[in-house]
T-cell receptor
């Protein structure tokens, strides 16, 4: 019974490159949430997706950031033309439905050099 | 402004002591969850409380949800070094919305 799987665990990108972060939810979970965490700060909500639909993207920057959760395959958080300020830990969580508990993956630590 | 305020921000205690951390808001939440996070890892769910006044126990940890569902507390009895970590509270304003997190309480328990 695997938990939420995120990969890669660590990602280094040069300024201007693209970063793709993947999240496979727990089996049976169709709701996915992406959060960003900076040192000394809590987790900041970015986007909430249900299979093939974006439910709430109010926390995601309008430019350079996009997210998808296709019918088949993992959820992808994509950051285009990365800048140093994008360096952070990005966490994905999944839940069975909108009323149940969310379980987190181990995160992807993005470093932009 | 932070919707969920956690206090204290840092807490350093000796093994065997008791402690309480708080999570406060001016907003009502349909449910509230507590997580513990260790360095380099994702948050691990400890408990969910949904009813005002609810108290849940998890071994030496006691969680309480305020009567008005605006605040919560986590009490640890006889803390151990293994309790060291970042404790995060997270609330759901209403069903179908994403969790909102506080900044967390960093607990250090020394032997």
């Amino acid at each position: 019974n695997a938990g939420v799987m995120q990969n890669p665990r660590h990602l280094v990108r040069r300024r201007g490159q693209e970063a793709r972060l993947r999240c496979s939810p727990m089996k049976g979970h169709s709701h996915v949430y992406w959060y960003r965490q900076l040192p000394e700060e809590g987790l900041k909500f970015m986007v909430y997706l249900q299979k093939e639909n974006i439910i709430d993207e109010s926390g995601m920057p309008k430019e350079r950031f996009s997210a998808e959760f296709p019918k088949e395959g993992p959820s992808i958080l994509r950051i285009q033309q990365v800048v140093r300020g994008d360096s952070a830990a990005y966490f994905c969580a999944s839940s069975q439905d909108m009323n149940t508990e969310a379980f987190f993956g181990q995160g992807t630590r993005l470093t932009v050099v | 402004t932070q919707l969920l305020e956690q206090s204290p921000q840092f807490l350093s205690i000796q093994e065997g002591e008791n402690l309480t951390v708080y999570c406060n808001s001016s907003s009502v939440f349909s449910s509230l969850q507590w997580y513990r996070q260790e360095p380099g890892e994702g948050p691990v769910l400890l408990v969910t409380v949904v009813t005002g006044g609810e108290v849940k126990k998890l071994k030496r940890l006691t969680f309480q949800f305020g009567d008005a569902r605006k605040d919560s507390s986590l009490h640890i009895t006889a803390a151990q070094p293994g309790d060291t970590g970042l404790y995060l509270c997270a609330g759901m304003r209403r069903a179908g919305t994403a969790l909102i997190f506080g900044k967390g309480t960093t607990l250090s328990v020394s032997s």
